[in-house]
């Protein structure tokens, strides 16, 4: 942090910043956003390319690029002078002069800042009369379609390649009015972070191929989220439409991810969805699970479960902090002594111009939450002794037959996917999936951070947290219920000493710290 | 003197006076010529002393900008913390001009001393001669006499037993106008794009390999050697008080006696054109003179009073820039030698700056449309409007270079735009 | 046929040329490493040898093929995509093979007043061939170039790695012949 301050007048507010600041950040703190391109606040090279942040300096002969011209003490700076909008406008209309104009079938469209500049600037029409040129369009990556014509040259993907990914192989080839990003011919562009370069992108020139057409802009939902794909907890932004999660995008978080995700954490909450999904409660009836009300299998569960009479347990990292507290009170009324959870695990992968952010080796997001509520992580789901009860939540049994658990004297198995495993359940609970429900997660960092439904889970599916407070209350009547997540949060706050002083809405969008950081040593 | 042709009015002793005579390139005839005594004497300087001698002569940066060179060369850290780079910029591309070639291919020798005094005064340990891939022929010459000096310890270590170590390495481009300027040169010299950035960090602060760096014309360079051997009053006896010294003048277009001439600066333009140059050719009129290179104003016949001095033309509303006058006779069609310059900026911009990127190539385009019979009278407001918007807002001057000539052929020839859009709305 | 090349001037030995010497593994023959290395000795960063390491590329094969892009990359510790960005910058690298004689006439300002397209027009018949493409023999490829610096000698021609001057589409056919003549250097 520099200590000298320097103070400036931008559009007639006076603001003051830190020595080094660029006019263009400048100008944001006094409320004048500059219109820009090749800038961008994560990428640190500024080549001033784009020429769209160019303001008017009093005593400076020429319009200034913002982006680089760092703010001095006294400098009074005109975003808004006649000769700004000019050169602006004059930007804009250049860069229409090849441009397809196919805004109606453009993923970007509705949130295309040359779209926005151009609606701002108000030019309905053109002066060009040449044709224009068409270069086409290429594949930049296995998942990513680069649209040449709708391309402006900012590089800001090339950029972002090379100062934060670390990695050369996106690049500008030709050069002047012919130029177009391209990796090398024949190859194709290969980082676990790549997927970025489709979020840098200001226009529709780079997109995702699994986007492509599928949703328009203002026909999405948005939720923030936290990314489920590791320990990170990178913060996302959903993007649903008819209840799909059709993108998801990182979320600005300086302290966890920047601007950044990588691309594994892109495909998680699509592909995590997918698959048989858990709609209904069921009850063992003979032979057969029947499909019963959520009242039913409560009610049966409390007079029919054997309480206090122990057994095992297997609990699973990607359940939020509130499921997973609940679950001990849970596993606590069965007199389980404590639970396992199992953690998959892959190959750590770096981002160079941002060490902070990892794909982590431990790919679920909330290990650090299954410690701190007292599961131990464990390499095996635990085999129940004849007659014992079993108990699993979340854990998709990938690696377990249908006889799993069939010893078993009384078999609980709450999750979201129906698997072979849970053939021998006595009790099947729907568990709200990914993005279906709202919670919090501790990362590797011990930051714990919320998330939020950004659609409807299937059938009657509950989040898990919701299910055993309805069941404990039913074995329990006196017990305080958790109308809502945030009181959810408050009880569990309540009885966890590391969570003393935070509270569902102090959480905000940015996270709170765990008190005892000792709890979380165990995540990767 | 010149070449091919010469004429009384030139000076001839501090550039070209063994123009045309290819013994000059061996180093044994240079040296009988009075080659390497300027380093010969340099050696024995500090580098504040010969900035001093080159910052008294006046001499100013022939390039086209004429920056003063003893001040550029000021701005280098007099405190070395880390190696420092001279450039010398051989990367002659502005239509016109065909200068440094001619330094190039009769007196190696003269540039390579002046890079050795040059690199003396900025305390460079490396010299990077980039000349122009196209040069190919001039380049073989000026590599025979880097050898040969090499071979004679004028470059290398302990040069002429002063203890002073220079190296010199000769470096080709591959095609690319925009290497001529100053930061597109160092981008591409360390293997780059030719993409000129912008300023700050200034090349002194931060240039190749991230160094302090000097880069300097062939034409500026190979003006050392004399003005340290003679004396910076010796130097001054020519041309003005702010445009000292002789220029090489590179005459071309419709003219009896095209080629090079040294001559003092401060001659009007137009004895140049009608007395050195012997008028136009065939005895036809003048019409239009683009006097510094394709990137300035263009003068009509009645604006050739001028002195040939960085201050006169800028006075008669153009600029002196590489003193590389084109000369177009009474038929030329103005728009068509207009929109082959607009083409060769847009075939020349490097693509980063929007308005360079698109504007220049929308010039050609519509230029070229008018040229055809197809222009309509709004075009005339649009190119006059396109010189605003490309004028001053890029990081580098390519665009401003299309418009002087295109605005000054729009001013002073607005009737043969008019007369090819024949009254179109 | 290998001369000793004084590295200062190694990063400046004309690369486009008639007689050819092709190779796949530019690199694994003694000139090839001697190239390369006297080229990285001449600069702090060896990036720096990348336009001298493309040149030596052309002057042997007559073109900058991919494989060559692969082949400098490695030997300079650089990714393929950026010496393919370096090298579509600059317009003398030759992305495809071309005719043994690459004729490029200056149709720029100066050379246009003095008839640089009756000279390209002159060449273009008299080699019968179409702008950039090559003649049926391989001998010829004729193409229109942006100032060559030689404005004073106008018409001027470059072909390969010599000047022809002052060249008017009557004297195209005293130029051809040269070539004929001279073959290759």
Known sequence: MSEHVVSLTVDGVEVKVPAGTPVIQAAERAGSVVPHYCYHPGIPSRPAQCRMCLVEIEGQPKLQPSCVMIAQEGMIVHTQSEQALEARRSVIEFLLLNHPLDCPICDAAGQCMLQDYAYETGQLSSRYEEPKLVLGRDRIAEDILYFADRCIICTRCVRFMEDIAGDNSLVVAQRGHKAYIDTFPGQELEHAFRGNIVDVCPVGALVHEDFVFKARAWDMDTAPGICAGCSQGCNIEVNVKENQVVRVKPRYNADVNGYWMCDEGRRHLVMANRGLRLDVPMIRRGDVLEAVTWSEAIEWIAASAPWG??????????????????????????????????????????????????LRQDRAPNGAGAELFGFSETDAVPVPEAGQTLLVAGDRLLDAGSDYGAQAGFYVYLGTHMTEGASSATVILPLAGAGEADGTYVNFDGLVQRFHQAMQPPGVARPGWMVIDRLLREVEPDRPPMRDVAAAFGSM?????????????GLGLKGGRTAGRATVTGAR | MGYPYSHDLEVGTILSRHFGDESARRLNVWQEYGGYAAL???????????????????????????FPTGLKWSFMPQEPTGPHYLCCNADESEPGAF??????????????????????????????????????????????????????????????GSGWDCELTVHIGAGAYIAGEETGLMSS???????????????????????????????TLAAVPMILSEGSAWYRQWGTERSPGTKLWCCSGHLERPGTYELPLGIPLRDIIYDVCGGIRNGKKLKAVIPGGSSTALLTASELDCASTYEGMQEAGSSLGTASPIVMDEDTNIVRAIRRTAEFYAHESCGQCVQCREGTAWVAKILHRIEMGDGRLADIDTLYDLCEQLTGRTICVLADSVVFPLRSSLDKFRADYEALIGGRA | MTRKIHPAVVSAQPFQVANLRPTDRLFEDEEGRDRLEKAISRYPDKRAALLPMLAYAQERNGWVSPESMQQVAEALDLTPAYVNSVATFYTMYNKHPTGRHMIQVCTCVACHLCGGEEVFEAFLEA???????????????????????????????????????????????????????????
């Open chain 2, 99 to 160: 200068k440094d070639r001619e330094i190039l291919r009769w007196v190696p020798h003269l540039l390579i001393e002046g890079c050795l005094i040059a690199a003396r005064a900025i305390r460079a340990e490396h010299v990077y001669i980039y000349v122009r891939g196209e040069y190919f022929p001039y380049t073989r010459i000026l590599n025979d006499a880097v050898v040969e000096a090499y071979e004679a310890g004028f470059i290398g270590p302990d040069i002429l």
């Open chain 1, 493 to 505: 706050a309540a009885a966890t000493p590391e969570l003393e002083g935070l509270s569902w809405r």
């Open chain 3, 127 to 185: 080699t019968g061939t179409v702008p950039g493409a090559m003649s049926e023999d391989g001998k010829y490829v004729v193409m229109e170039a942006e100032c060559l610096g030689a404005c004073g000698f106008a018409t001027a021609v470059q072909v390969n790695d010599r000047y022809f001057e002052n060249v008017t589409p009557e004297t195209v056919g005293e130029v051809l012949a040269r070539l004929e003549q001279d073959g290759g250097e």
């Open chain 2, 40 to 66: 010969a004497k340099a050696v024995g300087m500090d580098a504040t002393q010969i900035t001093g001698i080159v910052k008294d002569s006046g001499l100013r940066g022939r390039g086209g900008a004429g």
């Open chain 1, 309 to 358: 009479a122990g057994g095992v347990a297997v609990v699973h990292p990607g359940e939020s902090n509130e499921t997973l507290f609940a679950l001990r009170e849970l596993i606590g009324a069965l007199g389980i002594a404590g639970g396992g959870y199992r953690m998959s695990r892959g190959e750590e992968v770096e981002l160079p111009g941002f060490p902070r952010l990892k």
């Open chain 2, 189 to 219: 010299l360390v293997g780059g794009r030719a993409e000129p950035r912008v300023k700050p960090p200034f090349p002194a602060q931060s240039g190749v390999f991230g160094r302090p760096t000097t880069v300097n014309n062939v034409e």
